[in-house]
């Protein structure tokens, strides 16, 4: 093996394991300089990158290394500058050779935070978007005039943040200049802290005024935090009240997150609540076929079929499915039949006969409703946990035909005419409310994910 072909191998190895964006920052134009005595140069080319290799994806690198070649023990980086070298640089890596590809991954932009790879035009709709989607286009068309605020929710990796930046993307394209602004509310979080702790929530306030949209990323990680509610309040009614358009995401419904003011829920409520919920498996095959032709390759019907119909609640995990097969052809110049796509694909497909656990449950719910497991198992009386637990009590049952006496003891060792007052309890209110229903559907999401 050259020490290029070693190095497309480490590359395809990481690029599976760190987001996109981390990749192309951190290993363009790196490369294998020298091999000699179990010790491995690679060439990068600035300090900071040098830094940065060392430091956080060393171990990931080393790893790689030693698994192809045992008689790798050591990793050093020289910084190179590439348009300084003499001798030809070394050929582009196949994963860089995807130049289109990667130009869609350019740093998110610094005014707007919008990364420019989110966009409609590869937003794949299908009825479980649909009508996210539908509101998204009609208030990048119109925005602060339709739906306001538009309010997004969905579990993991169905595609919300896509959304929600792809309306901010949209509406730079148009004529009217507009100021627009992306957050994630840990990111709003932390600001408002900071301005508090150096006085300066005047100027925070300033930052968002002039905000003409203003986006918020899973907004279910405001709960609890009394201030940044209060700080969130405040930028929400000054933007809503001169027609700013506010977007926000959430893996829940706005009744669904805990500890949120009533104001604020019944603000989010007085907009647009749309859905996201999990893509048919047409769909799955129409996002695996344009994701594969943007990369340019082609695959066969079969491969597209196995993945499409092995990983099904994360697009997120569709993607890297593909990435991880796209990464092999690449590296084989082959395209790989059925069984190696499973070999391939096997730690990334979860078997459907996952087992599930009263502990899986119990985590489940208590991370949903953001409290302890302790908690849930304890003798609290507080209404924020007798509730929760009764959901979980109710889940155990529903799940996995756990027995009354058997829930009673889980849960403190409490009576099983207990566990059945719960169980009936939770059932009956999930008939005829939808709403609540939804909810539930939404922890039993987390427990198959776990
Ligand atoms: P979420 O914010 O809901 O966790 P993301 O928006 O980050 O999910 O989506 C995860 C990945 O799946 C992203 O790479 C995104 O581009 C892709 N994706 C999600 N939904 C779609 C879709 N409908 N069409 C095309 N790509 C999608
Ligand atoms: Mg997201």
Redesign the pocket.
């Known amino acids: 093996m050259t020490n290029e072909e070693l190095w497309q191998t480490v590359l395809a190895e990481v690029e599976l394991n760190i987001s996109k964006a981390n990749f192309i920052t951190w290993f363009r134009n790196t490369g294998i300089l020298s091999k000699k005595d179990g010790q491995i140069l690679i060439s990068v080319p600035n300090s900071f990158t040098k830094e940065w290799l060392g430091n956080k994806y060393n171990d990931c690198i080393l790893k790689t290394l030693h698994r192809i070649d045992s008689g790798i023990k050591d990793v050093q980086y020289v910084i190179e500058k590439p348009a300084l070298k003499s001798t030809p640089v070394r050929k582009k890596t196949s994963s860089f050779a995807e130049q289109d590809f990667q130009l869609k991954f350019k740093e998110t932009d610094k005014e707007t935070n919008l990364n420019a790879?989110?966009l409609f035009e590869?937003?794949?709709?299908?009825p479980f978007?649909e009508l996210a989607?539908a509101a998204a286009s009609a208030v990048s068309k119109s925005p602060g005039e339709v739906y306001n605020p538009l309010f997004i929710y969905?579990?993991?990796?169905?595609?919300?943040?896509?959304?929600i930046q792809a309306i901010g993307n949209e509406v730079i394209k148009g004529s009217e200049k507009k100021r627009i602004k992306y957050v994630t509310s840990e990111k709003f979080t932390s600001q408002i802290i900071t301005a508090i702790r150096n006085h300066e929530v005047d100027q925070f306030k300033a930052k968002y005024r002039g905000i003409d949209i203003l986006i918020i990323?899973?907004i279910q990680f405001l709960s609890g935090k009394e201030k940044t509610q209060e700080e969130f309040f405040h930028t929400f009614n000054d933007l809503y009240e001169k027609g700013s358009q506010i977007i926000l995401?959430s893996d829940r419904p706005p009744k669904a997150i805990a500890s949120l003011e009533e104001r604020i829920r019944s603000r989010f409520e007085g907009g647009m609540i749309a859905d996201?919920s999990y893509?048919d498996t047409e769909?799955r095959m129409a996002?695996l076929k344009?994701?594969s032709l943007e990369r340019n390759i082609e695959l066969p019907e079969e491969i597209l079929n196995y993945i499409a119909s092995n990983v099904q609640k994360?697009?997120?995990e569709?993607?890297g499915a593909l990435n991880r097969i796209i990464a092999h052809s690449r590296l084989t110049n082959r395209i790989p039949d059925l069984e190696t796509t499973k070999n391939l694909l096997k730690n990334l497909i979860i078997s459907p006969q996952k087992i599930i656990t009263p502990k899986k449950i119990i985590q489940a719910v208590a991370d949903f409703y953001d409290i302890k497991e302790r908690e849930l198992m304890s003798e609290s009386r507080k209404k924020e946990i007798v509730r929760p637990r009764q959901i979980a009590m109710f889940l155990l049952r529903e799940e996995i035909k756990s027995s009354y006496p058997f829930i009673g003891r889980r849960f403190g060792g409490k009576d099983h005419t207990t566990a059945i007052h719960a169980c009936e309890k939770i059932r009956r209110e999930t008939q005829g409310n939808n709403g609540f229903l939804e909810e539930i559907n939404l922890i039993r999401q987390r427990i198959y994910s776990l």
Do not use: A, M, W
């Open positions: 790879k989110y590869n937003f794949i709709v299908g978007n989607h969905g579990g993991v990796g169905l595609g919300k943040t896509h959304l990323d899973d995401s996201i893509p769909t996002i344009t994701k994360n697009i997120r569709l993607e």
